[in-house]
């Protein structure tokens, strides 16, 4: 009897030898695991950060192709891509970067090698010290088998106008605003640029002034609510008889002369979320019963998958998304609203996911860190991101730099 319990105990001692057997080998599994996932994000990063920078520098290359010299375009492409990825970001070390421009088809094309040491590749015996990764880009100028849909996102509120305009005028009547005008100017600037340029095939524009709502052309009014990330159309909020959207016109000066006569209303707020959901819904042709599109052939606005079509939207505001704050019945305010904020982003974010294109610019003098880290963050590219001061002729150059990067860019690869 003692002998069976003392090779029971023994079996017992061996199962748990067993056990802890077992767990050190899951354990140290595990570690692997969680060491693999970290060089792999660490990997993700690297590379988007490079395939980012290597847009920019293409783009910037693209810019002066044909104007410059080989030697001239591969230190514009290497400052550009330097000014934005940083020196041995996260370890990595560039392998080989080179620019190449072919005058027969227009492209500008761009390759970049990148190499990551790993944290754990080496360490857990895997034998992977490093990752590779690459980043490709090429982009075409524009030309005459091209058509670009451009819907322009525009600032309708009440600081558009100078507070000397209102010297005089009774409260909610619609003044004369200087820098309203201002920017409907350069817009029209902006359009006989584009118009100059032979070159390019068709050229449609839609205009989407805003401020506390978007009224577009059905009737239908965007409000203040409209929450969804992908956003519904049929979540809206009618609130006033706000500035009516422009179609898709081939006829630009028909859009600026629309836009010329429209006048801020003095008691709106500012939803630049409203704004771009608008231009968004201008290019999408799954919204085209919502407006009223020249009727042309092929139609407008056209499919997201044909790469013949380039999609452009641009915003323009001048201040902080606001919001009228009355918890004090006695002392309403305007106060900020960073719930329009995150929806900005958001809109921004799904519009790009799109293949359409966005070049913001900040009208002011003094724009907060707010607005500007946004507008930066909807542009497609640093290079698409522009600041204008309210009273010069900026505004102005903003727009005809707008018009160079339209007529002269379209990321095909």
Known sequence: MRRCLSLLTGLRKQEEG???????????????????????????MVKSRAVAAMDA???????????????????????????????????????????HYNPADQTVFGSIDVSMPTIFGHAMFLNV????????????????????????ALDHSPSMCDPNDTNGIPEYQNPPCTFYNEMTGAVKKMVEEVESRSSVGRVFYAAVPFEQNVKLPNGTILGNRLDSKFFDPNNVVRVSDNPL????????????????????????????????????????????????????EPPIPGDFSDKSTLKIMVLLTDGDNMKLD??????????????????????????????????????????????????????????????????????????????????????TK
């Open 18 to 44: 067993g056990i802890i057997i077992f767990l050190a080998f899951g354990l140290v599994m595990l570690i692997i695991c969680i060491g693999a996932a970290i060089d792999m994000g660490r990997a993700f």
């Open 57 to 99: 520098a293409v783009l910037a290359a693209g810019s002066e192709a044909g104007s410059a010299t080989a030697s001239e375009l591969d230190a514009l492409a290497k400052s550009y891509f330097e000014a934005n990825y940083p020196k041995n970001y996260l370890g990595s070390a560039i392998r080989d970067f080179s620019i």
């Open 129 to 152: 010290p490093e990752i590779d990764m690459a980043a490709r880009t090429q982009v075409t100028r524009l030309g005459s088998d091209k058509t670009v849909e451009i819907a322009l």
């Open 245 to 296: 959207t422009m179609s898709l016109d081939q006829d630009g000066m028909k859009i600026y002369n629309a836009l010329k006569n429209r006048i801020p209303d003095v008691r709106g707020e500012t939803y630049t979320n409203l704004g771009t959901v608008g231009a968004w819904m201008a290019l999408r042709p799954e919204d085209k019963d919502a407006f009223t599109h020249q009727v042309v």
């Open 326 to 411: 009355a918890s004090d019945p006695n002392n309403p305010k305007m106060a900020p609203n960073p719930d329009a904020d995150d929806k900005q982003r958001l809109f921004c974010e799904d519009a790009k996911k799109q293949r359409i294109f966005i070049m913001s610019i900040v009208y002011g003098d003094s724009p907060s860190s707010t607005i500007r880290d946004i507008f930066q963050e909807c542009a497609s590219e640093p290079a698409y991101y522009f600041e204008a001061r309210k009273g010069d002729a900026s505004i102005v150059t903003a727009f005809q730099k707008v018009a160079d990067a339209i007529l002269n860019l379209q990321i």
